[in-house]
């Protein structure tokens, strides 16, 4: 398996968290801006700072999409990350952020 590799993101506002939050995810997922590489289903650790908070949260996971360098349209390069099971609480965190949103979001970074 492909080494897990640590990324850090910073979401600056709740808009922008809208469009990079993945809520058809049971644990639930963020779309993480890179160019780096990544493989499907390599571990990551992602240190994640939500809009309005200070705090740096830690959160394991899986990368399930791909959005590579060069990617049509207006979507942007990087990666698509699952939460582990331990960290059902970062999804509760951002849904509480999102409440009332998410049935009328946008176009998001990956769907």
């Known amino acids: 398996m492909a080494a897990q590799k640590a990324l850090s993101l910073t979401i600056p506002d709740v808009p922008t968290l809208l469009s ?3 809520p058809f995810l049971d644990r639930g997922g963020i779309f993480v801006p890179t160019k780096t590489l990544y ?7 992602l240190l994640l700072t939500l809009p309005g908070v200070s705090e740096r949260l830690s959160v394991t996971g899986q990368v399930i999409w791909i959005s ?6 207006r979507r942007l390069p990087g990666i698509g990350v699952h ?3 331990q960290d ?3 999804r509760d965190r951002i849904e509480t952020l999102l409440a ?5 979001a946008p176009p998001s970074f990956t769907l």
């Open 39 to 45: 493989s499907l289903g390599q571990p990551v650790v």
């Open 83 to 85: 939460f582990s099971q």
């Open 88 to 90: 059902y609480f970062v």
């Open 100 to 104: 009332g949103q998410l049935d009328k």
């Open 20 to 22: 990079a939050y993945m």
């Open 68 to 73: 590579p360098e060069g990617v049509s349209g």
